[in-house]
């Protein structure tokens, strides 16, 4: 099966611009979640789907950061306007069944944000 | 404040030596995970575990879930060079969405 699929691998953008970022998971798995990795730091949670809905968007960081996940399917996160702490590394990541962590989470390669 | 600390950050050994990598926490965590992250690539799941005192094997991975779930141990035998990479604990909460990362250790295995 395909894995988890993240667009773009590498954005380079300038303060103040809008980037948007795209999640495919895999086919079937109703869990969606973002991450990100800022230099020097953990990976953080931002937040999580359930087929379309928002269930926890606790980690979100701030109004500039909209998630959505129109029709269940894929998912996209878009920075406006953007920051130059906002660069680092966005995950996306899915599970199959319901329940906290009761199947393998599924990473995807992430997205390499740099803002300039 | 940082919720998991892992400790060595960096590890740098020969190869065939042992090695333990740990996570530990002053929370209580409801499951525990380990993953494996190559450059440029995602976090790959190892392991999870659950019950506080649990161990798992994974051919020469041991991982051990601290008794009162709050700490977690990662013990590799006879390290080979494809071992090398970071290796992240991330713990899961109670009524928390989100796993809770620890900034990883990066592990090189010297041929």
């Known amino acids: 099966e395909a894995g988890v699929t993240q667009f773009p691998s590498h954005s380079v953008i300038e303060k103040g611009q809008t980037v948007t970022l795209r999640c495919d998971p895999i086919?079937?798995?109703?869990?969606l979640y973002w991450y990100r990795r800022v230099m020097g730091k953990e990976i953080k949670f931002l937040l999580h789907?359930?087929?379309?809905?928002?269930?926890?968007e606790s980690g979100m960081p701030n109004n500039r950061f909209l998630a959505e996940r129109t029709g269940g399917t894929y998912s996209t996160l878009k920075v406006q306007p953007a920051e130059l702490e906002d660069s680092g590394v966005y995950f996306c990541?899915?599970?199959?069944?319901?329940?906290?962590?009761?199947?393998?989470?599924?990473f995807g390669n992430g997205t390499r944000l740099t803002v300039t | 404040t940082q919720l998991l600390e892992q400790s060595p950050q960096f590890l740098s050994i020969q190869e065939g030596e042992n090695l333990t990598v740990y996570c530990n926490s002053s929370?209580?965590?409801?499951?525990l995970q380990w993953y494996r992250q190559e450059p440029g690539e995602g976090p790959v799941l190892l392991v999870t575990?659950?019950?506080?005192?649990e161990v798992k094997k994974l051919k020469r991975l041991t991982f051990q879930f601290g008794d009162a779930r709050k700490d977690s141990s990662l013990h590799i035998t006879a390290a080979q060079p494809g071992d090398t990479g970071l290796y992240l604990c991330?713990?899961?909460?109670?009524?928390?969405?989100?796993?809770?990362f620890g900034k990883g250790t990066h592990l090189i295995i010297q041929p």
């Open positions: 990541a899915s599970s199959q069944e319901g329940g906290r962590y009761n199947s393998p989470l599924h």
């Open positions: 086919s079937g798995h109703d869990n």
């Open positions: 789907f359930v087929k379309e809905s928002k269930q926890d």
């Open positions: 929370s209580v965590f409801s499951s």
């Open positions: 575990v659950v019950t506080g005192g």
């Open positions: 991330a713990g899961a909460r109670g009524g928390a969405d989100g796993l809770t």
